[in-house]
């Protein structure tokens, strides 16, 4: 008889070993058969960052972690109810993630006294009082491979790479989920290696096969699909989504892309997914360095095409001298930033929204530029796209300013029809407007933009540079009104962009006790959290900004309609400095700089902390 089954609401479940145990390679397969039988997902992709660190070892370890529900989420989940740990190292790093009465499967065979002594363990967790408050479950996940596939002709070596499946099989049990589509993905993924692909389906069934035979396993659980709007829908990481983006900008715009970039976590995935679209129209080219990737995004859109560049934020900084001249040349480009913990080096693989001010004022003189960020996975495809349409619109490089939790990130999307985008036009000079020839700052009267005119075209020749232009005719000049006429004209171009942001959406109370403000990567948390006030009937609000500079018109009124203003950044208070210079509020920061993204129940703790304060019941 099969083992009873328990339906739940929702379940967040955290593979994590050695950067060689395939933690990654399950996790996304649990992510996608997970999204294919309707559920929401949110996912949490946590790589080292050292490239081969010592097996067994803290630095190693590698995990992933993916939430998913019957209901609408917003992030991978907090605590985990389920806990795979390959060896000891990841139960030492992730233990703290587990629920009180949470399930842990250890694979009892990687615990060693070596391994033991290598994550830093005195004595072994599994026979002292460690691990009391939760459900262990000692499994030989490595003796157990090595059974299922003593039939085959693989080396030892190539049968324990294969215990990640056998460990996906338990879980795809443990949760009701079928194994056709992961055996699927091996097929092709093994295409050219006939005896991996027996491996790892044995591996994959043996494991599935274990859970319903023994003991240990007495129950079950299933998650119902979630309800979603009509439409087709994929799962889908947020650098991805970046990178269809700029396909779809291309190609409603009717411009070439062009893309330079040199390799950099964890902006790289851009650069490889825009690669495979080269019969759209898509140019990429890896470069020597930084200088030379933002170089060609520059040639690009002076030669009339869209010229993008992506990097983090090591790598902007060595842009911004690059940047700057696209900036006073009002050339249209687009600069991908997906930041990583910092400073310099930083924390590579790790999360952080400490490059905000850096993209505000991290060029000389005086230097405005638009930057737009979005708030999770899927909202990278819109707002790469926005990003496009601006920088066309007004003849000025605009920063897409994403971050690891959202680029590496995935979560169900609703692709969108063409027809549904709106509209980019280009439109190039074609001839000379005036009796005096070509005036290539001549400028349009909403939009303050200069011409873009392609070079070569007969009649539109002008010059192009650094140096301070004259209003109109662009020669070069130094003279010293005309250069404060041209940046005030450059500022002012800017902040025009905020005639076009559509009325900000304030989320739960329209006024009230205290507005999250937020940006970036933090949305799910806040989301989240706020859901969960306004269920209480608690007067809290949630705006959560896609435009930074400029700000959106209304968002002075907004904040003014609420008591207390909390700002939640992973940085040292970045927005809270805008905010606060430019509203005068007394803005309240809450503020984590770990590499980690924010627990809902850390934003709880926060609300109710101000809540107590003002003397709300």
Not at 324 to 341: D, G, K, S, T, W
Request: charged share 20%; glycine share 8%; with cysteine.
């Amino acid at each position: 008889m099969r083992k009873p089954v328990e339906q739940i609401e929702e379940a967040t479940i955290l593979f994590a070993g050695d950067s060689g145990d395939g933690s990654q390679t399950i996790g996304t397969q649990m992510t996608e058969t997970t999204a294919l039988i309707g559920n929401d997902v949110a996912t949490l992709p946590d790589y080292p960052a050292e490239i081969r660190a010592p097996a067994g070892s803290l630095a190693g370890v590698s995990g992933f972690q993916l939430h998913f529900s019957s209901e609408q989420i917003h992030t991978p989940g907090d605590l985990c109810d389920v806990l795979v740990a390959m060896n000891p190292a990841a139960l030492k790093v992730h233990l703290n993630k587990l629920k009180p009465n949470g399930i842990l499967i250890v694979n009892v065979d990687n615990f060693a006294r070596r391994n033991l002594r290598l994550a830093g363990y005195e004595s072994n967790p599994l026979e002292d009082d460690t691990l009391t408050k939760y459900q262990v479950f000692q499994v030989e996940l490595t003796q157990l491979t090595r059974k299922s596939l003593e039939t085959t002709d693989l080396t030892t070596g190539e049968i324990d790479r294969c215990k990640n499946f056998f460990a996906l099989g338990m879980i795809l049990w443990f949760y009701n989920r079928p194994m056709e589509y992961t055996m699927k993905w091996i097929k092709v993924k093994f295409a050219k290696r006939p005896e991996y692909i027996e491996s790892n389906i044995l591996a994959l069934r043996a494991g599935n096969t274990y859970c319903e035979a023994t003991e240990q396993f007495a129950v079950s659980y299933d998650v119902k699909p979630a309800t979603f709007e009509p439409g087709t829908y994929r799962n889908i990481e947020g650098n991805m989504a970046t990178v269809l983006g700029l396909v779809a900008a291309s190609h409603q715009s009717g411009l070439p892309l062009v893309y330079g970039s040199y390799p950099i976590t964890p902006a790289s995935d851009i650069l490889h997914g825009l690669a495979q679209y080269r019969n759209f129209g898509v140019v990429t080219m890896q470069m020597e360095d930084e200088i030379a990737a933002v170089g060609v995004a520059i040639g690009a859109a002076f030669s009339g095409a869209l010229g993008v560049t992506g990097s983090s934020g090591p790598g902007l900084a060595l842009k911004s001298e690059a940047i700057n001249l696209a900036m006073i040349a009002e050339l249209p480009i687009v600069v991908c930033n997906i930041q990583r913990a910092g400073p310099s080096t930083g924390m590579p693989t790790k999360t952080e929204q400490s490059d905000l001010l850096q993209m505000f004022y991290g060029r000389n003189g005086e230097s405005p530029i638009p930057i737009i960020a979005p708030s999770r996975p899927y909202d990278c495809f819109e707002t790469i796209y926005e990003a496009c349409h601006i920088a066309i619109k007004y003849r000025t490089p605009v920063i897409f300013l994403s971050d690891l939790y959202i680029g590496m990130g995935a979560e169900p999307w609703k692709i969108p029809q063409l027809s549904e985008l709106p509209e980019i036009r280009a439109n190039f000079a074609v001839s000379a407007d005036t009796n005096n020839g070509f005036e290539p700052y001549l400028r349009d009267p909403e939009t303050l933009a200069r011409p873009w005119a392609k070079p070569g075209t007969p009649g539109l020749e002008h010059r192009i540079g650094g140096l301070e232009k004259s209003d109109v005719t662009g020669h070069v000049s130094y003279d010293t009104e005309n250069h404060e006429k041209m940046v005030e004209i450059r500022a002012e171009k800017v902040a025009r962009i905020a005639d076009d942001i559509p009325p900000t959406e304030v989320f739960g109370a329209q006024e009230g006790e205290i507005l999250l403000l937020g940006w970036g990567g933090t949305y799910g948390a806040i989301r989240t959290a706020v859901e969960n006030c306004t269920a209480e009937g608690l007067p809290i609000g949630h705006v959560h900004l896609r435009h930074l500079n400029p700000f959106p018109n209304d968002l002075g009124d907004i904040l003014n309609r609420f008591k207390k203003i909390l700002i939640p950044e992973l940085n040292s208070g970045q927005l809270r400095q805008l905010i606060r210079s430019t509203y005068l509020i007394n803005a309240i920061g809450f503020n984590k700089v770990q590499g980690q993204p924010f627990h809902v129940f850390e934003l709880h703790s926060k609300i109710d902390e101000i809540l107590k304060d003002i003397g709300h019941p």
